[in-house]
């Protein structure tokens, strides 16, 4: 039987097993990747393999392969290419550490695992439907453990400008229909107001974004509407929902506020978006 080889656990070599579970149309499109060969002893035991291994290169395709595997995962419409960098759920799927760690608890599969195959076989490309399953596992599993459900459900209920890419060409379904339902549709009898469409209001230090489209007087209303519930906030709230308008990142938000962390933030955006619809339903 082989002897497990040792290795610092902070080189690129840890993230391996996870090129060999990328299903082979995946892994085609990644030169560095496509370099790997398919004996795990062909790569650490030669220099010039451990060097591409090392690579920014390396780091770079493997990250973007695996976040193609787990992104379909989390729930959200389109694909990762629709959203960016500063989508929070395009961040989870590029999280390489935890999918590495998370892989392995449900499958056992790691650099040690690879050298109890045998020296003559090389590892071959798996299912992609089983890839497919076993990613839907492993990305449910690290929800699970790390409790990202209640902000991922937030994320989802309140997206913002910021998250979606935009390219006046080629303008993606999932950005259009994020605008039609945030920017561009609104009841004459005000049912619905989405608090991320306000602008700062300088004589009464609270938002509003006039529809040109809607009706003059239904403008008043909707104004007067929003004015008041902003007046019943705390100044703390309003400028987090001001920051957010200007496209500040929930990380960046809690930093400028004092919060630990942007889990703080979320959570008083949730509480602003539920005092909102309790304030609109009183109303009605």
Same mark, same amino acid.
Not at 73 to 79: I, L, S
Not at 143 to 167: G, H, T
């Given at each position: 039987? &082989? ?5 610092? $656990? ?17 892994? *085609? ?13 062909? #790569?650490?035991?030669d220099?010039?393999?451990? +060097? ?6 390396? @780091? %770079? ?11 379909p995962?989390?729930?959200? !419409?389109? /694909?990762k ?8 759920? /395009?961040?989870? *799927? $590029?999280?390489?550490?935890? /999918?590495a760690?998370? @892989? ?5 599969? %790691? ?6 195959? &045998?020296?003559?076989?090389? =590892? &071959? ?5 089983y ?10 599993r ?8 209640? =902000? ?20 993606s379904?999932?950005?259009?229909d994020?605008? !039609?339902r945030? $920017? ?11 608090? %991320? ?5 300088? +004589?009464?230090g609270?938002?509003y #974004?006039? %529809?040109?489209?809607?009706?003059y007087?239904?403008n #008043? ?11 019943? @906030?705390?100044?703390k ?9 200007m496209?500040?990142t ?5 930093? !400028? @506020?004092?919060y630990?962390?942007? *889990?703080?933030v979320?959570?008083?955006?949730t509480?602003?978006?539920k005092?909102?619809e309790?304030?609109?339903?009183? !109303?009605?």
């Open positions: 039987m &082989p002897t497990p080889m040792s290795f610092s $656990y902070d080189t690129n070599l840890r993230y391996l097993p996870m090129v060999y579970l990328l299903p082979e149309d995946i892994i *085609s499109k990644y030169p560095t990747l496509r370099k790997i060969p398919r004996w795990v002893r062909e #790569v650490v035991y220099e010039n393999m451990l +060097e591409v291994v090392e690579s920014e290169q390396f @780091l %770079d395709e493997i990250m973007d392969a695996v976040s193609a595997l787990t992104f995962h989390f729930g959200f !419409r389109g /694909w290419e629709h959203y960016t960098g500063y989508c929070p759920v /395009w961040k989870l *799927s $590029y999280s390489l550490p935890i /999918w760690r998370v @892989l392995n608890d449900e499958i056992q599969w %790691d650099l040690q695992a690879m050298f109890f195959i &045998p020296i003559d076989s090389p =590892i &071959p490309f798996f299912n992609s439907d890839i497919v399953d076993l990613m839907s596992r492993v990305v449910k690290a929800i699970d453990e790390e409790n990202w459900q209640p =902000i991922l459900d937030v994320i989802k209920e309140m997206p913002c400008d910021e998250d979606f890419v935009y390219s006046e060409k080629n303008k379904w999932v950005r259009s994020f605008e !039609r945030w $920017y561009h549709t609104r009841s004459k009898k005000v049912k619905t107001i989405s608090l %991320d469409e306000c602008l700062e209001d300088d +004589e009464h609270v938002f #974004v006039e %529809d040109k489209s809607a009706h007087e239904d #008043v209303i909707v104004k007067d509407f929003t004015q008041r519930f902003m007046a019943r @906030l705390s100044d709230d309003l400028m987090i929902l001001e920051l957010r308008y496209g500040f929930y990380k960046e938000i809690a930093e !400028r @506020l004092g630990t962390n942007h *889990s703080g979320i959570k008083r955006i509480a602003i978006r005092e909102f309790n304030y609109e339903n009183a !109303r009605q």
